[in-house]
């Protein structure tokens, strides 16, 4: 089955920096885009950041200028380079990709298991 393992999560204090790594597992033949969600405690899940298979990438405002995403398409492979990390960066960051098409099947969505980023003095 087509997986995801993300890693990179961990203690920074604010201003650090922090790079996720999330790798696809499986035979796959494309996916359609792959980004990150992030969810703070009490507070529902929202987008961090998205990169298209071509390489237009979406950032939220609150993460703009900050965080950058960049993909290895050979690799199935997404990374998020988080600098300026600000304690409201807090959350579980969770993978996610979308419209994956795979010898095992097709995919609208899958989801990473979530790491957790503290960013905290």
């Known amino acids: 089955q087509v997986q995801l393992v993300e890693s990179g999560g961990g203690l920074v204090q604010p201003g650090g920096s922090l790079r996720l790594s999330c790798a696809a597992s499986?035979?796959?033949?494309?996916?359609?885009?792959m980004g990150w969600y992030r969810q703070a405690p009490g507070k529902e899940r929202e987008l961090a950041a998205v990169?298209?298979?071509?390489?237009?990438?979406t950032y939220a405002d609150s993460v703009k200028g900050r965080f950058t995403i960049s993909r290895d398409n050979a690799k199935n492979t997404i990374y998020l380079q988080m600098n300026s990390l600000k304690a409201e960066d807090t959350a579980v960051y969770y993978c996610?990709?979308?419209?994956?098409?795979?010898?095992?099947?097709?995919?609208?969505?899958?989801w990473g298991q979530g790491t957790l980023v503290t960013v905290s003095s």
């Open positions: 996610n990709v979308r419209d994956v098409v795979a010898v095992q099947g097709r995919y609208p969505e899958l």
């Open positions: 499986g035979s796959i033949f494309s996916i359609a885009a």
């Open positions: 990169s298209t298979r071509i390489g237009l990438t």
